[in-house]
């Protein structure tokens, strides 16, 4: 059974500053990778979306990174600002690729 | 163009009652999933519709159940309500449904039990 794990479940930096949230997946079969955020009471919004032939993406500040034989994926947010804070999603696909399986999130918040 | 919209926002309802949920994928997408997300966990999933026919279901009893309709529109049905379905359910619309196109979410019906 497929299980996404977040480190850190929490994290609060000042503004500015690079940091790194990570993912792990126990089943490196998968085909694609998906990092969302989700601000409070709201949905999701997808940021960066790894398929399986891809080791990286990038969207203006945020790169992340997949690396399928270790069952890890990062996201690196460079320049951190008050807006980044969210709660961050990480989540593979079934082995059918019809569903999405998610990690607990990392809540970030960043000081002005 | 407009996003994913889910109705109603907000529901309140007692243990052993009936609730319905309802959901509008973006224009053009045919495929609607369906997620449950409890306080402070990730969302689950629930159901997966495509084309009015069912391709993927999560491990729920079957109390909850789902439909597609022509427009691609979706409900979700739970019954015999109890204190622990309280949470955020999600509606996601994408194309095709395959996890290689991104998922676009609404922003969720919280229900909650009493």
């Known amino acids: 059974k497929q299980e996404v794990t977040q480190i850190p479940a929490a994290l609060s930096v000042p503004e500015g500053e690079n940091l790194v949230l990570n993912c792990s997946f126990t089943?490196?079969?998968?085909?694609?990778l998906q990092w969302f955020r989700q601000d409070p009471g709201k949905g999701l919004t997808s940021l960066l979306l790894?398929?399986?032939?891809?080791r990286e993406q990038t969207s203006g500040r945020l790169n992340a990174s997949l690396d399928k034989s270790s069952g890890r994926s990062t996201l690196y947010i460079a320049a951190s600002q008050p807006g980044d804070s969210a709660t961050y999603l990480c989540?593979?696909?079934?082995?059918?690729?019809?569903?999405?399986?998610f990690g607990k999130g990392t809540t970030l918040s960043v000081s002005s | 163009d407009a996003g994913v919209t889910q109705s109603p926002t907000h529901l309140i309802k007692t243990r052993g009652q009936q609730v319905t949920l309802r959901c509008s994928p973006i224009?053009?997408?045919?495929?609607v999933s369906w997620y449950q997300q409890v306080l402070g966990q990730g969302p689950q999933f629930i159901f997966q519709?495509?084309?009015?026919?069912?391709?993927g279901r999560g491990n729920f009893p079957d109390r909850f159940s789902a439909r597609q309709f022509p427009n691609y529109s979706s409900e979700l049905n739970v019954n015999a309500l109890l204190l622990g379905d309280s949470a955020l359910y999600l509606c996601?619309?994408?194309?095709?449904?395959?996890?290689?196109?991104?998922?676009?979410f609404g922003d969720g019906t919280r229900l909650s039990i009493l």
């Open positions: 989540a593979v696909d079934n082995q059918a690729g019809t569903a999405l399986i």
């Open positions: 089943d490196s079969a998968i085909y694609n």
């Open positions: 996601a619309s994408s194309f095709q449904g395959y996890s290689n196109q991104p998922q676009h």
């Open positions: 224009s053009g997408h045919k495929s």
């Open positions: 790894i398929q399986s032939s891809q």
């Open positions: 519709y495509y084309e009015k026919e069912e391709r």
